[in-house]
Structures are given as C-alpha cells and as structure tokens.
C-alpha cells in the first residue's frame, strides 16, 4: 500500500485555476468593445476605432439624439477543416460603442473612413461654436 499526501485546498485550487482560465483566455463568440480614441481639433471631433479584421460592410455607423454608435461583427474565420487551433486570445462576434456628441457638432455633417482595420469617423465643428476673435472698437 502506497501512502500519499492529503492536500484538503486541492479542490479550491481547481476551482480557482478553472475561474482564472476562464478570465484570461477570451472565447469565440465572447461580447467585446474595440478600443476607441477620441480627439478634437479646431475644426471637427475625431473618433478612431481599431477594428482589425472586420470588413467595412460588416459595421453600421449611427447618429441618434445627439449618440454617435458605431457596431459591427468580427466573425470568426471557419472553414471545411478543423485549423488545430491550440489557442483563441482574439475576441470575435458582436460589438456595439455608443458615444455622446457634444451640441457643438453638427451631426449632419458626418464623415466615416475604414483603412487598415482603422475606423475614422468626424464630425465638423458647428460654425457657432467656433472660437471667433472680436473686433474691439474705440470710442472717441
């Protein structure tokens, strides 16, 4: 007969490492948010999102009630074959970003570029709301 060492944290360790697991290796189909930047200039707001491998038709650029969302689907590349994945990081499937655009941009005049997995989306400053420099008169 064999002795062997009994480990009463054993099973909350299995547990813990399953959680862990489950936290840090992103499944397929699994929600995600791409990053997104957003910048103003003197003349429009810029908003660039990182959309890698999802094709242009694949997204819908929105403005409602002063939102700008932008949503998409990054689908997940299968074919006839099993490719052996040994490991899935990437998030894949449905994506939604809503954004509220301040008063100061027209959001009439909208403008979305998709180059190199990049999103571009601008909207032009409102001539209102541009800073205009007074004339100040003399007064005699």
Known sequence: MSLSHYDPLASLRAVESAFSRMLTEPQANRPWAPSVDIYETENELVLKADLPDVDAKDIDVRVENQTLTI?????????????GY????????????????????????????????????????KETAKPRQIKIETAV
């Open 71 to 83: 949503a998409g689907e990054r689908k997940f590349e299968t074919s006839g074959k099993d490719k």
């Open 86 to 125: 040994h490991r899935i990081e990437r998030s894949y499937g449905n994506f939604v970003r809503s954004f509220a655009v301040p008063n100061a941009f027209d959001t009439d005049r909208i403008n979305a570029v998709h180059k190199n997995g990049v999103l571009t989306v601008s909207l032009i400053k």
